[in-house]
């Protein structure tokens, strides 16, 4: 399922030439960092950073980068205190197309926190063979 809803977004992509500049309108540069699957695998692997789900826990529970706590956008500032001041927080979102990740960044930035996003989302973390954890909440 997966995998059609990727291709079913590349055709309308390629069919409606607005649709990328639109995203890029909507979402802004907010002059955020970003990061790839392949260096933030090896960066959770070495232990030098936090990954952190801010999707709706329904979405969590689907399957997550591993290790990832869950703090959906929407409690996050209430809970900024529960994450590391001095450690590096990647933050990813549902697809190439989803705000959430944005929002997030900005939050924690404000909050003296240094995140930076995954370049894209867990869908294509999926997609990419990735690994994924469907365990319960951390």
């Not at 059609?4 to 802004?28: C, I, M, S």
Request: glycine letters at 8%; proline letters at 5%; a negative charge.
């Amino acid at each position: 399922m997966a995998l059609l809803f990727a291709l079913l977004r590349k055709v309308a992509e390629n069919h409606q030439a607005a649709v990328p500049a639109a995203r890029d309108t909507y979402l802004g540069d907010d002059g955020a960092e970003e990061v790839g699957r392949e260096e933030l695998h090896a960066r959770v692997t070495a232990g030098d950073v936090v990954v952190l789900d801010v999707r709706p826990v329904e979405d969590y529970r689907a399957g997550h980068i591993p290790g990832a706590p869950s703090i959906p956008v929407g409690e996050l500032a209430g809970r900024v205190d529960e994450l590391p001041e001095d450690t590096e927080i990647v933050v990813y979102r549902r697809g190439e197309y989803c705000v959430l990740a944005y929002d997030a960044v900005r939050l924690l930035a404000g909050h003296g926190r240094r995140a930076i996003r995954l370049n894209d989302g867990m869908l294509e973390w999926r997609l990419a063979d990735m690994p994924v954890d469907a365990a319960e909440l951390t």
